[in-house]
């Protein structure tokens, strides 16, 4: 079984940053390819940004607009977003996520369907 915890979230004003983290318990870490997700009330879950296992480049929504960073230790089971210039809009749950199925031919998984577990949440508020 793979468990995720997130930590990090909290009450930012616009323009702000935060650094979400999310550790990972699972035999082969390395091996599976990460994502954060937020989801806010009423909306769709939606992707925010990958972390292949095969160490190719991280990727991103584009909404994300270079204001975040995914970065992930494999030697820790750690993964990381590093968030800037935070707006209103991303106000949401976020949410880590692993895929060790290895869904997605192309190893760059965008759908919350191909993520196999999932952390619990951590709330992202955006004020003004």
């Known amino acids: 079984q793979v468990q995720l915890v997130e930590s990090g979230g909290g009450l930012v004003q616009v323009g702000g940053s935060l650094r979400l983290s999310c550790r990972v318990s699972g035999p082969t870490f390395s091996r599976y390819t990460m994502g954060w997700f937020r989801q806010a009330p009423g909306k769709e879950r939606e992707f925010v940004a990958g972390?292949?296992?095969?160490?190719?480049?991280?990727y991103y929504a584009n909404f994300v607009k270079g204001r975040f960073t995914i970065s992930r230790d494999n030697a820790e089971n750690t993964v990381t977003l590093e968030m800037n210039s935070l707006e209103l809009q991303d106000t949401a749950g976020y949410f880590c996520?692993?895929?060790?199925?290895?869904?997605?031919?192309?190893?760059?998984?965008?759908?919350?369907?191909?993520?196999?577990?999932w952390g619990q949440g951590t709330q992202v508020t955006v004020a003004s």
């Open positions: 972390a292949p296992w095969s160490g190719a480049s991280p």
């Open positions: 996520a692993a895929d060790t199925y290895y869904s997605d031919i192309l190893g760059r998984p965008r759908r919350p369907v191909d993520y196999d577990y």
